[in-house]
């Protein structure tokens, strides 16, 4: 079975830092172009950073460029976001996804919460 397993989230203070873990298994990841997601109560899913398969290929949603810091360990078939300097607007549901081949593979989710 395919999936996509997220870990590290919590409650921090404002200023704080958090790092989220994507773990994969069932496949390897290492040609998928992966990204984070955050979804807070009542707002759309949002992109916040991609990478693509070559790890130096990121991108960055313009409210976390500085912040957050995308990035991957394909022996370890794990993505990661680092997350610093969060603020209360911060706070949502992160999932991880993978893309290849116009296959989506998504995780269930880790809250992040952000106390101000």
């Known amino acids: 079975q395919v999936q996509l397993v997220e870990s590290g989230g919590g409650l921090v203070q404002a200023g704080g830092s958090l790092r989220l873990s994507c773990a994969g298994s069932?496949?390897?990841?290492?040609?998928?172009?992966m990204g984070w997601f955050r979804q807070a109560p009542g707002k759309e899913r949002e992109l916040v950073a991609a990478?693509?398969?070559?790890?130096?290929?990121?991108n960055y949603a313009d409210s976390v460029k500085g912040r957050f810091t995308i990035s991957r360990d394909n022996a370890k078939n794990t993505a990661y976001l680092q997350m610093n300097s969060l603020k209360p607007e911060d706070a949502a549901v992160y999932y991880c996804n993978a893309i290849f081949l116009g296959t989506t593979y998504w995780g269930q989710g880790t809250q992040v919460t952000v106390s101000s």
């Open positions: 990478i693509g398969s070559i790890a130096s290929i990121t």
């Open positions: 069932g496949r390897t990841f290492s040609s998928d172009a």
